[in-house]
C-alpha cells in the first residue's frame, strides 16, 4: 500500500488544524472547508479568507500527471533546478495509446510507436524520485481511487479529471504542469478560495437511474461554467447510498460544469471501498477521525447558512439521461429523446456505443452492463450497434476477465480495447465508410464537444451511463427506452430489457498478477534523462522572455473567436498528442479549431501584413518573425475542457501576448498567468462586438498594472477611428511578477540560484 505514514501524519495534525479553523472562524465548517483549512501551505491565518477574492496558499499530499500532459510538466520541472520531488508523485501512461484495434493490439502498437516518450517519462521519473505507471496499467484517475486517494486529503493532478478522487472523500483538483512545478518544487500552490456548492441528495437510485445520471442532470441544471470556481459538495440520505465508486462517477464529470473539484464526505461505502482495494489501514484510520472527515452537524441542518447555493435532488425520481450533442450539459431524460431528437433533426440510428473511460470503469460499471450485454443473449436479441468497452485499469480488468464478464461482452460482438483513455480523448482510429454523413454515437464518457471523440465533426456524440449505453447498443436506435421500449428478437417476439444489476465490488475480491507500477531507482539523481536532439516527440525548453516593463503597442488581432472556444478548439488533441514533448511541434495545432468570427470559417485568418489569408499558427509565426505581437480575443468561459497546458503555451510560444475575452474557464486562465500570458476580460462585453478584423491594440496604462486595478487599452480601426476600452485581470501581486518574469517558472528558477 502506498503513502500510509503520510496518510498517518495528516490525521494526526488534522484535529489541531480543524479545531484552530473553527476557533478563527467561529462558526461550523462545510467537510470541504475542512480539508482546504487544514492544507493551508502556513497554518498562521487571523481571519476568514472570502470565497471567490481571496488567494491563498496551500500545501497538496501529492501529484499526478497522465502521460500527455507529464510530458511538458516534467520538461518544466527539469529547469526549475530541483534535483528531486518535494511530494510523492506518479505519472501514469494512458493517454497515448490509440484505440483501433483491440487491447493487445493496440498496446504493442503503442509500445512501439511511442517508445521514445515513454522512455523519457520512465528516465525523468526516475531521475527525480516519481512513480511510474507503465502504459497499460490503467487511466490515471482510476488508478489514483484505487491506489492513492484517501479521505481528508488533498491532491493535484495535471488533467481536470483528478476530480475522480471526490469520490473518496479528497480535494482533488485539476492544474496545468507549471501549477504541478510548484508542488513538485516544495512551493506554496496558490488557488482563489472557492464558492460552495451544496447538492442535496435525498430518496434511493431505482430501475434504470444511475450514479452517471445524477452528474448528467446537475450538469443540465447548472451549465458548463455553473460550477466555475465552487466546490460542488455532496451531502444528505441519498449520497450515503452510493457507491464510492459511484461518487467518483459524479465527481469525475464536475469538470463539465467547471467546478473546481466535487466532494464527498467519508462513509461507509468508502470504507468498504478501501477494505477491498487493500488500504484497510486507511478505513480504520479514518474510522477514529470520521467527524472530521464530513461537514458539521449544523451545516447538514441549515445548508443554505453554509453555501452560496443549494441544490436538492430526489434519487427516487430521477430519470436516466443522454446529454449532447456537443456539449456536455444538455440534458435529455430518456423519455423525451425520442421527440428532441425528431424535433432536432438528430441522427437516431447509433453506429457505435461506447463505455468505460476514466469516470465510468468501475468493476461496478462494467458488472451492470455485463447484466443487460447478458440479457441480449438469453433473450436472442442482435445487438445493432458496434460497441467496445474499455477498462478502468489493468485491476479492473483481470478481477472482470477473471469473474466471466469480458466473455459476455465478447459474445455479443463488443471489442475490449486496451485500459486507456482512447476515445474518449480523440485517440481513436475510428473505421467508418463516409465520414462526411451525420452520425450518432453513445459514451459513457465526459466530453462530447465536436470533433471531440473521432475528429469528425458530422459525429454526433451523447453522453450516458454504461447500462443505458449498453441498452442502447442493442437497440442501435437513440429514441430507444429501455423503461417501456420492446425489442424483436430472433425469434419475432416482443421483449423487453430488465433494469440492470450489478456489484458494486467483487465478491470474491480484486485481483491482479501486474498493477503496472515501477517504483523510482533508490540512486536515480545520477542517471540520465533520454531526450534525442533529433526527436520530433521531445524538445527541451527554453525560457520566455521576461516583461521589461513597458506598454504594449500595436498588437495585431490573430483571431476573433466566434462561440464556444475549449481548450479542443485552442489545442487539438487526437493525433496532435504525439507531439505534446515539443512545444514548437504541436504549436502547429494552434487555435486551429476556432471558428473565425469574420468568416466563420476554422483555421483561417487574415494577415495583417500581408493582406493575405492563411492558417492561424502560420499567420501567427509570420508576425513572429517580423517582431509584431498580437492578441487573441473570444467568448465566455474560453478555454472550457480539459487542463491542457499547450492551449497556453502554444500562444505564448508563438508571440501572441494577450488573451482577451468575455469569460475565463478557471484553468486556463490560471495556465495563461503561470506562461507569463496576459489574461484579460472586456469591462463591458458588448466591447467584443466592437472588434474588426483589421484592429490592433496599444495598452495605455499596463505599465502601471497592479491588482484590482482595470487596464485600458486604445483600439484603432482601420477607417483610422479609435476608441478605447476597459479590461478587468484577476492578477495579484504574485501573478504579476510572474507576467514581469516572463513565467512563473522563471521565477522559481531565479529563486534557486
Known sequence: ???????????????????????????????????????????????????????????????????????????????????????????????????????????????????????????????????????????????????????????????????????????????????????????????????????????????????????????????????????????????????????????????????????????????????????????????????YLQADNEVYADPELFFDQVIEIDLSELEPHLNGPFTPDKATPISEMANEAKKNDWPTKIEVSLIGSCTN????????????????????????SDFTITPGSEQVRYTVNRDGLLEVFEKIGGIVLANACGPCIGQWDRHTNDPDKKNTIVTSFNRNFAKRNDGNPNTYAFVGSPELVTALAIAGDLSFNPLKDVL???????????????????????????????????NGRSSDVIVSPESKRIQLLTPFPEWKGENLTDLKLLIKAKGKCTTDHISMAGPWLKFRGHLDNISDNMLTGAVNYFNDKSNLVKNQLTGEYGPVPNVQRHYKKNNVMSIVVGGENYGEGSSREHAAMEPRHLGVRVILVKSFARIHETNLKKQGMLALTFSDPLDYDNILEDDSFSFIDLDKISPGKKISIEINHRNSNTEIIHCNHTYNNTQISWFRAGSALNMIRENEK
Open 361 to 384: 470503469s468501475s468493476y461496478e460499471d462494467i458488472s451492470r452492463s455485463a447484466s443487460i450485454a447478458k440479457q441480449a443473449i438469453d433473450k436472442n436479441l442482435i445487438v445493432k
Open 488 to 522: 424483436i428478437n430472433e425469434n419475432s417476439e416482443k421483449v423487453m430489457l430488465d433494469p440492470p444489476a450489478g456489484s458494486d465490488l467483487p465478491v470474491n475480491g480484486f485481483e491482479v498478477e501486474d498493477l503496472g507500477y515501477k517504483a523510482p531507482g533508490v
Open 1 to 291: 500500500m502506498f503513502d500510509f505514514d503520510l496518510i498517518k501524519d495528516l490525521y494526526e495534525n488534522l484535529s489541531e488544524r480543524v479545531d484552530f479553523a473553527k476557533s478563527i472562524l467561529k462558526r461550523p465548517l462545510t467537510y470541504s472547508e475542512k480539508i482546504l483549512y487544514s492544507h493551508l501551505f502556513e497554518n498562521n491565518f487571523d481571519s476568514e479568507y472570502i470565497r471567490s477574492k481571496s488567494y491563498v496558499e496551500f500545501s497538496p499530499d501529492r501529484v499526478a500527471m497522465q502521460d500527455a500532459t507529464a510530458q511538458m510538466a516534467l520538461l518544466q520541472f527539469m529547469m526549475a533546478g530541483k534535483s528531486k520531488v518535494a511530494k510523492p508523485t506518479t505519472v501514469h501512461c494512458d493517454h497515448l495509446i490509440q484505440a483501433k484495434v483491440d487491447a493487445k493490439k493496440d498496446l504493442s502498437v503503442a509500445l512501439d510507436s511511442n517508445g521514445e516518450v515513454y522512455d523519457f517519462l520512465e528516465s525523468v521519473s526516475n531521475k527525480y524520485g516519481i512513480g511510474f505507471w507503465k502504459p497499460g496499467a490503467g487511466i490515471i484517475h482510476q488508478v489514483i481511487l484505487e491506489n492513492y486517494a484517501f479521505p481528508g486529503g488533498m491532491m493535484i493532478g495535471t488533467d481536470s479529471h483528478t476530480v475522480n478522487a471526490g469520490g473518496l472523500g479528497m480535494v482533488a483538483i485539476g492544474v496545468g504542469g507549471a501549477d504541478a512545478v510548484d508542488v513538485m518544487a516544495g512551493m506554496p500552490w496558490e488557488l482563489l478560495f472557492p464558492k460552495l456548492i451544496g447538492i442535496k441528495l435525498i430518496g434511493e437510485l431505482n430501475g434504470w437511474a444511475s450514479s452517471k445520471d445524477i452528474i448528467l442532470k446537475v450538469a443540465g441544471l447548472l451549465s458548463v461554467k455553473g460550477g466555475t470556481g465552487a466546490i460542488v459538495e455532496y451531502f444528505g440520505p441519498g449520497a450515503k447510498r452510493l457507491s464510492c465508486t459511484g461518487k467518483g462517477t459524479i465527481c469525475n464529470m464536475g469538470a463539465e460544469i467547471g467546478a473546481t473539484t466535487s466532494i464527498f464526505e467519508y462513509d461507509e461505502n468508502m470504507a468498504k471501498y478501501l477494505h477491498s482495494t487493500g488500504r484497510s489501514q486507511v478505513a480504520e484510520l479514518a474510522d477514529k477521525f470520521k467527524t
